[in-house]
């Protein structure tokens, strides 16, 4: 009979469950405005006014159809406005709006609870090399992605 082959690191299921976890947590605290989907791209036009599409992108290795989706929301919902370059018409400059500020707040006060409840027992060093061993993983499933690594 065939033995089943065992995956020593189930990191797929672990990360996925924290991803939603994370998502219903976020929804369920943040309430009105933004939802979990929209809050990294309010967060980050906030910590760069005048950021490109482009550059949001990149900052949370996006494909430019999720950018533009949930940019659209926020303009809907009148937290961000987006200004064409005066010098390449091609590009645009997303800024925050001052009925976007309470969300941001907001936003990150939600984050920081998650993130307390994500590292509750951990140590110092346990925190830091979690989150450096996170980091490193993004990076990679990025870059397998991006140069379109087959294994």
Same mark, same amino acid.
């Given at each position: ?16 469950? %924290? *991803?939603? *976890?994370?998502?219903?947590? !976020?929804?369920?605290?943040? !309430?009105?405005? =933004?939802? +979990? ?5 309010? =967060? ?12 949001? &992108?990149?900052?949370?290795? !996006?494909?430019?159809?999720? =950018? ?16 064409? $370059?005066? /010098?390449?018409?091609?590009?645009? *400059?997303?800024?925050?709006?001052? /009925? ?9 006060? =939600? ?5 307390? %409840?994500?590292? $509750? ?9 979690? &989150?450096?061993?996170?980091? /490193?993983? &993004?990076?990679?499933?990025?870059? +397998?992605?991006?140069? /379109?690594?087959?294994?």
């Amino acid at each position: 009979r065939k033995q089943m082959m065992r995956q020593p690191y189930q990191l797929n299921k672990l990360i996925s469950i %924290i *991803h939603r *976890h994370g998502q219903r947590f !976020f929804d369920r605290e943040l !309430f009105e405005g =933004v939802k +979990s989907g929209q809050q990294f791209f309010l =967060v980050r036009i906030y910590e760069n006014q005048g950021i490109s599409m482009q550059e949001l &992108a990149g900052l949370g290795y !996006f494909d430019k159809g999720t =950018v533009t989706r949930a940019v659209q929301q926020l303009i809907d919902k009148e937290y961000i406005i987006k200004e064409t $370059d005066a /010098k390449d018409r091609r590009l645009c *400059h997303l800024y925050t709006t001052p /009925k976007a500020l309470p969300q941001v707040e907001e936003v990150y006060e =939600v984050g920081r609870h998650w993130n307390e %409840i994500l590292m $509750d027992g951990l140590t110092e060093q346990e925190k830091e090399q979690a &989150a450096k061993l996170l980091g /490193k993983m &993004a990076d990679n499933a990025y870059q +397998s992605i991006k140069n /379109k690594k087959v294994y």
